[in-house]
Every structure is written in structure tokens, then in C-alpha cells.
């Protein structure tokens, strides 16, 4: 997929070595917040925006700012100017984010932002506002002068109809002394930031559970970001290599097993190296369940806090095998795999704090194995 110039990435299992786990993504996945299965990278071009609209806010803010009046002062002579431009392009963008909580009515505008039916009333009364005369007009101005000497002197049905609705629903939102007050259009409508904006224009993603939980671990970023290439079916094995045209058919097999497709699902489950290794553990795993590590081991006695922790570490000790086989030619055995994993939670059990002592019966269970 086409990536940012900027912004290409390519992203890494973390192991020292290239082992082949060199992985590209498509750049809209990896700027997805981690809750909704992506990386949580920043997307720049959003991030811009975000950027740009604070200065916006600023201009709709009644805090009286020397550049600010200076730029309203000369704004009339500088319509075709890069500053103005900017903000005419950003400014549709800042009032579909936002909401007002009407005051004086003097900062905030009649049709276009969103001071009553959660809603602008250009959208609200399209007929309506297709006979208004003038669009740019502040609320404070229009409710004061009323609305009839801004619109034609015809009107359609459907307008006079929309007239009526609206010159009710206005009644109920009287002006008064404050300032007109901005908020973000989140659950807590809280009051414009950078950050919050750059939230709001993703905050429409659909939750992943699994990858949320993958996050949630304490482990380090690497074998987190293992993890959440696995659930995604996005390793570099050697079936992926085939998919994408990297490898032929006869150089896709499992490096163990001959003949057979080195997939993900046998890399961790039925490969024989990973075979001997649930064996010794004495777990059984179903088809996928390499992806959901938190259900690995569930008939073992064993604390399920750091059951997750513990499967996963095992999952990237299998894949550090496996790539020891590929490029160094060392074979593993399973006991010595396990050790490792052992290891890894010792070195890893200061991330835990206070659950330690769980990630610590799952090494001594480890090494009972061994």
C-alpha cells in the first residue's frame, strides 16, 4: 500500500537480527490506536491539522491576543493570503469537531457551528438556509436583528415550515452576558486541545479486544509487538513470503518439517518442534489459539494474572527458535526453549510489581519442565 514519504516504516519483531521478520503495513493500521488493533503511530497529516486548529481556537477565543488583532484588523485586505487560506481550510474541520455553549453569541457562528440540536442549522434546515442572504453572520447579530431581514422575500413551503420549527427552538437558548464557551464533541465535552482533537478524528474505531489485550501485558514492546503481528497474521513466515511473491512454493516449507507450509499456525502448534514443546508443558492447543495466548494453558494450575505474559513469552522464544534454525542453524530442544522462556520471566519479573509472584510460579513451573 502507498505510505507517506515521510512516514514509511518498516516494522520489526525486534529481534537483533533481520530473521526475515521485516513486516509492511498498511499506514491507516498502523496510525489505528492500539484499543482498535492498530500500532498507535501518529498520523502527521492529522496531526497538522490538530496543530493548525489550535491557532484557529485562538481566533475564536475572547482572550485578547496582540497578533489576534492585528490579523482581524487587516483580515479584509488579506483574503488571498497564505494565513487566511489556512484557516478558511481548516476552519470547517475545527466546527465539525467541536460545540458551543452559547453565551453573548458574538464568537460563535449563526449556521455553520453547532450551538444548538447538537447539530449546525445549515444541515438541520437545508431549505431554509438556501434562502438566506447571508451566511457568515455571528448568532449574537442574527437573534438580535432577528432572522427575517436575512432571508428572501419568497420562501418555499418546506422554508417557511423550517422558519416556524426553527424560530422556536431558538427561544429556548436566550443570549446572555458570558462569553461563548467551545467544547470538543466528546462524552465529557472537554475543552479544546491539541490532543483531544487529534482523539476526536479517530475516535470513530471499532474496539479489538485481542489486540487490547496484547497491549495490556507487561512485557517489553518487542514481545508485545510480536504479539500483536501474530494475531494479525502479519509474521513473515514463509507461506506469508509465497503470498507475497518473495519465495517460491518449494522454498516456503517448514524448516523441521519437510513438505510441509510454514505457516504461523504450524510454526506454533504443530510444527514438531513446538509439538515437544506443549508436551513437556503439558498443554494441548486447539487450532488459532496461538493467537489468544491469555486461553494457553488454561487446565494447568497456575495463576491466570500472568497467564498471558507467560504463553506469549513462549510463543517468542518458538519464534526465536525457529529463526535460530533458518539462519544459524542451531537446533533448539525443547528443554532448552523452555529455559529460555524460564529466563525471560526472571529477567522480565520487575515489570509486575505487585502480581511477581505469579509471573515467578510460572517460571518455577517452567523449570520444573525442563
Known amino acids: 500500500d502507498r505510505l507517506d514519504a515521510r512516514c514509511r516504516a518498516f516494522l520489526w519483531t525486534g529481534d537483533d537480527k533481520c530473521n526475515g521478520s521485516q513486516c509492511l503495513l498498511k499506514w491507516e493500521d498502523v496510525c489505528t490506536s ?18 493548525l486548529m489550535k491557532f484557529v481556537h485562538k481566533l475564536h477565543d475572547p482572550t485578547p491576543l496582540p497578533w489576534k488583532t ?55 434546515f437545508p431549505a431554509l438556509y438556501s434562502h438566506c442572504t447571508r451566511t457568515s453572520d455571528m448568532v449574537g447579530v442574527v437573534l438580535t436583528r432577528g432572522l427575517v431581514p436575512y432571508l428572501r422575500p419568497r420562501l418555499t413551503r418546506v422554508a417557511r415550515e423550517e422558519l416556524n420549527i426553527l424560530q422556536n427552538c431558538v427561544q429556548v437558548s436566550p443570549l446572555s452576558d458570558r462569553t461563548d464557551q467551545r467544547f470538543l464533541d466528546d462524552l465529557a465535552h472537554s475543552p479544546f486541545t491539541t490532543q483531544g482533537a487529534y482523539r476526536s478524528l479517530h475516535i470513530n474505531g471499532e474496539r479489538h479486544p485481542d489486540a487490547a489485550r496484547i497491549w495490556a501485558t507487561r512485557l517489553p514492546g518487542k514481545v508485545k509487538f510480536f504479539g500483536w503481528l ?30 510441509v507450509l510454514e505457516t504461523d499456525e504450524h510454526i506454533f502448534v504443530h510444527c514438531s518442534q513446538a509439538a515437544a514443546v506443549w508436551s513437556r508443558l503439558g498443554i ?3 487450532p488459532s489459539a496461538h493467537k489468544m495466548p491469555w486461553f494457553i494453558g ?25 529463526n535460530a534454525k533458518i539462519f544459524d542453524q542451531l537446533d533448539l530442544p525443547p528443554a532448552e526453549i523452555i ?17 511477581s509472584h505469579h509471573v515467578r510460579a510460572w517460571r518455577d513451573y517452567f523449570l520444573s519442565c525442563c
Open 298 to 322: 488454561c487446565s494447568l494450575p497456575l495463576p491466570d494474572p500472568a497467564r498471558a505474559d507467560a504463553a506469549l513469552v513462549l510463543l517468542w522464544q518458538l519464534w526465536k527458535a525457529r
Open 34 to 51: 492500539k484499543d482498535c488493533g492498530g500500532l498507535g503511530v501518529k498520523n502527521l497529516e492529522d496531526q497538522n491539522h490538530c496543530l
Open 339 to 355: 529455559r529460555r522462556a524460564a529466563k525471560d520471566l526472571d529477567v522480565w519479573c520487575f515489570r509486575y510489581k505487585r502480581t
Open 70 to 124: 492585528w490579523f482581524l484588523h487587516h483580515t479584509a485586505s488579506m483574503d488571498d493570503s497564505f494565513l487566511c487560506r489556512l484557516i478558511n481550510a481548516e476552519l470547517h474541520r475545527y466546527r465539525s469537531l467541536t460545540s458551543v455553549r452559547i453565551g453573548d453569541g458574538q464568537l460563535t457562528s449563526f449556521w455553520h457551528d453547532k450551538w444548538i440540536l447538537g447539530t449546525t442549522l445549515a444541515q438541520a
Open 230 to 259: 501474530l494475531l494479525l497474521g502479519r509474521l513473515n513466515t514463509r507461506a506469508n513470503l509465497l503470498h507475497k511473491n518473495i519465495r517460491r512454493r518449494d522454498e516456503a516449507n517448514c524448516e523441521l518439517c519437510q513438505g
Open 284 to 286: 494441548s492447543l486447539t
